[in-house]
Structures are given as structure tokens and as C-alpha cells.
């Protein structure tokens, strides 16, 4: 049987202290609703999306290891506007809005993902967007959609596969084959397809790793 090891190869030390610094000190900045509020665009950024309920918000909670910082929630929708974080040793991180179904009236979805879409292909300072997928359904449409558009702009993304604890570990091997099969066929994507779970603290040095070395430029 297929452990989550096998899919998360070891980190060196000098690894794991660059992963280390996404813990440092972080702090909510603002909430953004329309492009013309987005900070000066002068420091290096990543930027969380994926589908409503995906796991983003406590994702991040995990990867910065402080509870309640990004609001978490049962109720697909909850983040509704681009939430700008400053970790202090590296950049913004930006929790965006969750894409698909959510308890929101229509127009409010346009709204957000309007802006999302075109903060997402238009932001100088974003260095990698973190591509949520939840491992329990691989790739779906508008995952690949949101894959395409970014590829055309040639923006980088990096698929993290989330709530790896379940899913039947067969099963998750098949996924993570069939996601990096996806975007093996686009050259903006990152080739790691990094495995996560929140809850059980499954890859969250490799994610972290990840989001360090996409701010410093590595």
C-alpha cells in the first residue's frame, strides 16, 4: 500500500529552515474588493485559490501555524474578498474567494469572481498561485478552467491536493497520477504536486517549503 511518505520526499536541513520562515510572525493586512484597493505592488506575493469549501482557510491557519487567522468555515463562500496577510520575513500571502457553488446571491459570485480573474492574470508582484484541489475529486472542470487561464497567462501555479487523511491511500495515489498527468501538459505549472491534510498535518513543511521559495524568488 502507497504511504503518504512515498509522495513526500525528505527535506534537507537548510530545507526545513526555509520552510520554518513561513511560521514567523504574519499579520492580517486588509480585504480587498476592488482592484483600485490592492497594496502597491512592490513586494513579492502568493496567492491561495481553488473551489469553495476546498480547504483553503484552514490550509493556511495549518501553513502558518496560527489558528483562526484565515476565517474557516462549513459554508462554501465564506471568503468573499482577495485577503492580503504580511508575513514579516517574506511577502503577501492572499487568501482569494472560492470558485463553483457558494451561499451567496448571484451577483455577489460575479462580483468576487470577476475580480478574482482579473487580479489573478493582471498582478505584476504574484509570484506562484497555490492551485487547492481536494484529493477526494481530483481535477474538476473549473479547476482546469482556472489551470488554463493562468497557462495562457503564463502565471505560475502549483497544485497542492488537500484532505489527503479522507481518502483511502490507493486512491490518493490515483489522484495525484492523474493531477500531475494534468498539468504535465502546461508549461506554467509547477512539476511537485504537493499532498496536504489541515487536520492531520500531512505536507505541511513540503507546502511550506514551497510558499518560501516562491516569495524569495527560488
Known sequence: MTSNAELLSPLTSEEEALAALVTKPIEFLMGVT???????????????????????SSLINALVARKGLARASNT??????????????????????????????KDSIAQWTKLTRRYLVGRPSLKRVFL???????VKANDQELMHELNVAAVSFQ???????????TDLMSIH?????????M????????VTSSEKKIGLVHARLAVAKALIGQ
Open 34 to 56: 476592488s482592484m483600485d484597493q490592492l497594496p502597491v505592488a512592490d513586494v513579492a506575493e502568493i496567492a491561495f485559490a481553488g473551489r469553495s469549501n476546498v480547504g483553503k
Open 76 to 105: 462554501p463562500g465564506r471568503t468573499r474578498e482577495l485577503n492580503y496577510f504580511r508575513a514579516a520575513e517574506l511577502g503577501y500571502i492572499v487568501d482569494l474567494p472560492g470558485y463553483g457553488y457558494a451561499v451567496a446571491s
Open 132 to 138: 487547492l484541489v481536494d484529493a477526494r475529486h481530483g
Open 159 to 169: 497544485v497542492l491536493l488537500t484532505k489527503a487523511d479522507k481518502i483511502k491511500q
Open 177 to 185: 497520477n492523474a493531477t500531475c498527468a494534468t498539468i504535465a501538459k
Open 187 to 194: 508549461p506554467a505549472s509547477h512539476p511537485e504536486v504537493i
